[in-house]
């Protein structure tokens, strides 16, 4: 599978686009004031406890408080606020754990009140983003992730990814997990560490090592609350977990945001510098990679397939709902395997469509009723199989007798939304335009107005074909009688792409002369 990273950075932010086989699968938007993301790592206060709810409300320094629940608390909880405690008092001089005693677990049906203190500042970190009207979602069991490892404090346990099938592999790198393994530290290791030497396993763990004493330095002065570490930046996010040996290009097109990258490929896969190019074109660089094209296809009530068949998404409060539809265009012939071949193509968009929306909650798949019972069982396979490339945890459930299938995703971070309509240029949206017979004295009392302000240089005026067919007919036509006024040659320029009543004024074909 050939992926490409498409970055374009804008003055509100970066978006970038990753592409899979020519087709877009993943936006992602990051905002420059963005200030919480998922992974950030901070010190709160406990503003409320919520015994119906058996949760804690948190101030994090959003405009909602954070959301904890007691299952996010995790069982090392008191372990957690004895070390957070120590730093700040300076009890605790030392980030490693070798010499930390564990203090007793709690218990998974225990009470928030009973455990949380409303003295104690809490260390946490972000499970989701502000979606909606709901603040941040926390968790105390914290993580810190690379590339080949996540490093998981006050914990002593090493598990190895399970997208990992060699079961000797599985073997050799638990084994060397464990033998680089700081004391009361966990290492999750992920499928990007397949087939890699110690030694660069030590190294990037080294590295995270280096990011939780930065935690603990910035624990000793801090005062709540406050964050004190901060996720990568989203396209390092986005290179850390996906960046394989199937990437064949990188385009940005931002000088530092370039050298950034390239710098950051330096410390994680030198081999792969060479894929990032800056992009210098006179074109936005989304227009270039036909990403534009794709954004405003995809995204909408409707997503067509190459078949004519579509899909209809709809989203509730409680769910998202998709409809299969086989359109116009289905072949005759044999129905079961037509309908059959119809699902199996939107299955593959519906699982293209739920990563690149980032949809989570619960989905419900309206698929075309299949009678025959092999084609379900494969439908079924052929779903799982396109949904295995989505990094959110997910479950799909089989096919029911009414032909629906259950799909529930993980919601981490806000759907991704794009308005793919666009006002009328003609009528700004109000279903209304001018009278069309006067739209030649609109230009005229526009020229008079250009023309008393003598602009330098030639003078175009862009309009619709057929407008522009109507200013030059006839030797006596409007242009010439133009000319015999202000002695000055008016430059016709058809362009297909304007509406009827849509006209500018430029000088030199390509400065616009801005009237309003």
Known sequence: MEKELIINVTATGVEMALVENDKLVELHHQKTNNNFTVGDI???KIRKQMPGLNAAFIDIGHRKDAFLHYTDLGPKLRSVVKWTNGVMNGSINTHKLDNFKYEEEIVKTGKIDQVLNKRFPVLVQILKEPISTKGPRLSCELNLPGRYMVITPFADTVT??????????????????????????????????????????????THLMGRWEEIFRQLKTVVPPAKLLSELDKPASVL?????????????????????????????SPDQVGIVQLYSGNKPVFDAFGITRQIKASFGKTATMASGAYIVIEKTEAMHVIDVNSGHKMTSGDVDQSIYKV????????????RLRDIGGLIIVD???????EHRKMLAKAMEGYMRSDRSQHTILPLSKFGLMQITRERARPEVAVDTAEACPSCGGTGKVNATILLTDEIERDLEFIMQSRPKGDLYL????????????????????????????????????????????FVGNDDEIRLN
Request: zero cysteines; hydrophobic letters at 40%; a positive charge.
């Open 42 to 44: 901070l010190i709160g």
């Open 240 to 268: 850390r977990d996906l960046l394989t040996d199937s990437f064949s290009r990188i385009v940005v097109n931002e000088k530092d945001l370039y050298a950034e990258i390239r710098t950051y490929l330096q410390t994680i």
């Open 462 to 505: 862009r309009v619709h074909p057929y407008i522009e067919a109507y200013l030059r007919r006839g030797w006596k036509s409007v242009r010439w009688r133009w000319f015999w006024k202000y002695n000055k040659w008016v430059r016709l320029v058809p362009h297909s792409d304007y509406q009827l009543s849509e006209y500018r004024f």
């Open 367 to 373: 698929f075309i009723d299949m009678k025959n019972v």
């Open 160 to 205: 190895v990814s399970k997208k990992i099938d060699s079961t000797e592999e599985r073997k050799r790198l638990h084994t060397l997990a464990e033998s680089i393994r700081p004391k009361n530290f966990g290492l999750i290791i992920r499928t990007a560490a397949e087939g890699k030497k110690v030694q660069e396993l030590h190294e990037e763990l």
């Open 343 to 354: 699902n199996v193509e939107a299955a593959e968009e519906i699982a293209r469509q739920i």
